[in-house]
C-alpha cells in the first residue's frame, strides 16, 4: 500500500547526490521507497538532531565518484546499518548498501527526490528538547514496510 501510494508521484529521472567536498558522488535510478524523519540517537549524533533517510532497492544506488572516499562505521557489533560518511568533509551519506536496500542521507541529495516524508521514526530516542511538531505517522522504533 505505502510503496504503491509513492510510486504514483515519481517520475523516471536520475536523483543525484553528492558530498559537501565533492569527492563523493551517486546516482540515484528508480523509484525510492520512502523518505521518513529518524530520530535515532546515532541519527542525532552523526546527522544533526534527526535526519531524513530515503530508503529504496539497493540495486538502484549507484557511487558514481569517490567509492574509495567512503569511510564506515558501525556502531556496535549488533548495529542493522553502517554509518557511511566521507573521509575528506565528514558528510553523512547513510548506510550505503548492507542488505537489499540502501538508506541514504537525503541532506545529501542535490536533486529532489520527488518523494515527501511520510514518517518519523525512532521517536522514543529523541531528545526531550526537541518537539515534533507535524502530523505525520510517529513509531517509537523502526517502521517495518508493508510488502
Ligand atoms: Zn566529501
Ligand atoms: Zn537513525
Redesign the pocket.
Known amino acids: 500500500m505505502f510503496r504503491g501510494i509513492e510510486s504514483q508521484k515519481i517520475g523516471h529521472g536520475m536523483i543525484n547526490g553528492s558530498c559537501l567536498c565533492g569527492k563523493v558522488k551517486f546516482q540515484i535510478s528508480g523509484e525510492p521507497y520512502s523518505l521518513s524523519y529518524?530520530?535515532?540517537s546515532?541519527?542525532?549524533k552523526a546527522a544533526g538532531v534527526?535526519?531524513a533517510?530515503l530508503i529504496g532497492k539497493a540495486e538502484d544506488l549507484l557511487v558514481t565518484e569517490g567509492q574509495g572516499e567512503i569511510a564506515k562505521f558501525k556502531a556496535g557489533s549488533d548495529a542493522k546499518f553502517e554509518r557511511c560518511f566521507c573521509k575528506a568533509c565528514g558528510t553523512s551519506l547513510g548506510d550505503m548498501a548492507t542488505g537489499n536496500e540502501y538508506v541514504i542521507a537525503a541532506s545529501a541529495l542535490d536533486d529532489d527526490p520527488k518523494i515527501r516524508p511520510t514518517l518519523h521514526?525512532?521517536t522514543a530516542s529523541k531528545p526531550d528538547w526537541y518537539e515534533i511538531d507535524d502530523d505525520l505517522k510517529k513509531f517509537e522504533g523502526d517502521y517495518i514496510r508493508e510488502q
Open positions: 529518524c530520530h535515532c546515532r541519527c542525532r534527526f535526519s533517510v521514526i525512532h
